[in-house]
């Protein structure tokens, strides 16, 4: 599969859990103020009032109340520190990917990474389970809801003498560049030794299979071929 690079865009999704009130939701009253853009406290009524100090500073809470809201400078309150899906280090309110697929949520929620328009889980890396990550099949084009559905090679024949014919999944319209290493070399030491455009599939999601051929006869012992999405 290609590398892609990404943009990152930061974005804050603040999530409070549902509330629910006997007799309806209460009528709240209280009084804020804020002088020389340094944040205050609420001094009565039913809310916790959580505001952050100018930058740099510290965060203010309030004294009382039943109802806990935050608000001031972005990044400034992390509700749950410890929710870190991609356990890497970043709390998923803050973090721009929640699940490190290389999509940002934005991206996922949104759905246009993906012709047709797909949204995909910021929770899971590989909404489909099939091992492909979101954003892997982001790259090639295939359907990141759809567990068979992948950039695969399906079948290598080395033919005896004869040129090796390999057979991968593919998207129709899409350009494919076959690379091949010899005598079990590092992957980024491959070579492209042909490309292929695909054809056919039918829409939304064009699926086909497309096939190359290795025309040099005289194959080492142990060559290994790689597809790759074509820039």
């Not at 930058?55 to 109340?65: A, D, M, R």
């Not at 246009?112 to 979101?134: C, E, H, L, Q, Y």
Request: charged content about 15%; glycine content about 14%.
């Amino acid at each position: 599969m290609m590398n892609s690079g990404w943009t990152i865009t930061l974005s804050l999704f603040l999530i409070l859990p549902p509330l629910s009130f006997a007799g309806g939701p209460p009528s709240i009253e209280q009084e804020c103020s804020v002088l020389d853009s340094s944040g205050s406290r609420a001094t009565g009524g039913g809310l916790i009032s959580v505001t952050a100090m100018g930058q740099p500073g510290s965060v203010i809470t309030s004294e009382g109340g039943g109802i806990t809201h935050y608000g001031g400078f972005l990044g400034c309150v992390t509700l749950l520190p410890d929710l870190d899906t991609d356990g890497d280090g970043l709390a998923d309110e803050i973090d721009p990917d929640n699940d490190d697929d290389g999509l940002t949520d934005l991206a996922e929620v949104g759905g246009g990474s993906f012709m047709p328009n797909t949204v995909t889980d910021i929770n899971n890396a590989d909404s489909d389970g099939d091992g492909a990550s979101d954003g892997d099949e982001s790259s090639t084009m295939t359907n990141p809801l759809d567990s068979g559905a992948y950039l695969a090679i399906l079948s290598v024949d080395a033919g005896g003498g004869l040129p090796s014919s390999l057979e991968w999944s593919a998207r129709g319209g899409k350009s494919y560049n076959v690379l091949a290493v010899d005598n079990l070399n590092p992957p980024g030491s491959a070579i492209v030794i042909t490309n292929v455009t695909a054809t056919g599939g039918i829409s939304p999601w064009f699926e086909t299979t497309a096939t190359a051929d290795d025309d040099d006869v005289a194959l080492p012992a142990n060559r290994s071929y790689f597809i790759q999405v074509a820039p």
